[in-house]
Each structure stands twice: as structure tokens, then as C-alpha cells.
């Protein structure tokens, strides 16, 4: 790039400004060390060393090992399509977020159908994300978000927690199960096994 001084070196500023540029025209946030030093015409060696300082700088926030970004200009769903593009958060951390727990989750739960083996468990700025992978028809990436919506949300809260033998209100409380669109309740639940449609009406129904 023409803003590189001499000896490899770029001004925080620049930096600044060429972030914020890639966010503005292309809505990317996030960024690896290689695509750092490729905007940057700079070696890995090079960039890696001043990542470091960057930071301290406030230039860069580390938000997941190898993702990069400006300070406050990522949510946790850029996060999690960055890390699988495949993936999306359900569960308790997207019932919470719509209103209908009570509980702070401690994890962030993300489907996906990819395997992620022994990545699947990752340290974040935002906390742990779960990368679950789901095969079949439980899998449904949602249309326009990378956060299921109510219905799915809970219906995948249930389905996880039922291939581990456990029942959903034996661990949170819901409130406000009522403003759910039974329509699209029932439409969710086509997807799921018969014990999950069964879990998910007795929870609606209380």
C-alpha cells in the first residue's frame, strides 16, 4: 500500500482510517494477521511485530485467536460468521438476547454443519462460543441473520439439551413464552425430532 513509510512502518492513523475505509465499502470488520499484512504491503514478521503495539494503541482489539478489528465495530455475529461462515447462535444465548430468559448465558451456542473436532470450543472477546454441529434437518441457517429467531432458538435450545438427556426448564426460566408465533412454532418444529415438538408445547403451554 502507498501509506507504508520507510522501513515498513505504518502510522496508527493510517490504520484507523484503512479499517474504518474496509468497513464503510465492503461492511468487513474483522481480520487475520495475513490479510493485515497484505493491506499493509508488509511480511508477517513484520506486521506480527507491531501488532503488539497497535493494540496498546487501541488501533486493533484481538477478538478471537487470528481475528483482528477495530475497537467496538464487531458484534458477536460478525464473530461467529467469521469463524464459520455456516454458523449461527441459537440457544440460550439468542433466547436471552430476544427477551425470553431470565439467566445470563455463560456460552454462546452456535450451530453449524460443519466439524469443528477439536476447535469446536473457542475464547472470545465476547465469551466461549460453542461451535455445535448439528446434522440433518435441525440445521436451518436463518434467512438475512446469524441469529435464529425466537421459535428456532428455543426449539434448538430444547433439541440440545434433549440429546443430552436433560429438560430445559430443570436448568432456566423463560418468561414471555407467550408472544412466540405458534404459527411458526409449529413451522420450526416439523424440523425436530417427535420428543423435541413434545418438550417445546409442554413449555409453551405452561
Not at 49 to 57: E, M, P
Not at 168 to 189: I, K
Amino acid at each position: 500500500m502507498f501509506w507504508v513509510r520507510k522501513g515498513g512502518d505504518v502510522k496508527a492513523s493510517e490504520w484507523q482510517r484503512t479499517l474504518q475505509r474496509y468497513r464503510e465499502q465492503y461492511r468487513k470488520v474483522l481480520f487475520t494477521p495475513a490479510e493485515l499484512a497484505n493491506i499493509a504491503g508488509q511480511s508477517m514478521p513484520v506486521l506480527k511485530n507491531s501488532l503488539h503495539s497497535l493494540r496498546r494503541q487501541g488501533v486493533f482489539e484481538l477478538y478471537a485467536q487470528g481475528k483482528y478489528g477495530l475497537p467496538g465495530a464487531v458484534l458477536v455475529e460478525d464473530l461467529v460468521v467469521a469463524l464459520d461462515a455456516s454458523a449461527y447462535i441459537t440457544g440460550m444465548y439468542a433466547l436471552y438476547n430476544h427477551g425470553l430468559l431470565n439467566q445470563t448465558p455463560q456460552r454462546i451456542h452456535v450451530f453449524t454443519n460443519r466439524r469443528h473436532n477439536r476447535s469446536r470450543v473457542r475464547k472470545t472477546k465476547f465469551g466461549t462460543i460453542i461451535l455445535v454441529c448439528v446434522q440433518g434437518t435441525a440445521y436451518a441457517l436463518p434467512d438475512g441473520s446469524a441469529v435464529a429467531g425466537p421459535e428456532q432458538s428455543l426449539c434448538d435450545f430444547v433439541y440440545l439439551l434433549r440429546r443430552r438427556g436433560l429438560l430445559a426448564d430443570s436448568l432456566v426460566s423463560f418468561r414471555e413464552l407467550q408472544r412466540l408465533d405458534m404459527e411458526e412454532m409449529q413451522r420450526q418444529l416439523s424440523r425436530y425430532p417427535k420428543t423435541v415438538e413434545l418438550e417445546v408445547n409442554r413449555l409453551v403451554s405452561k
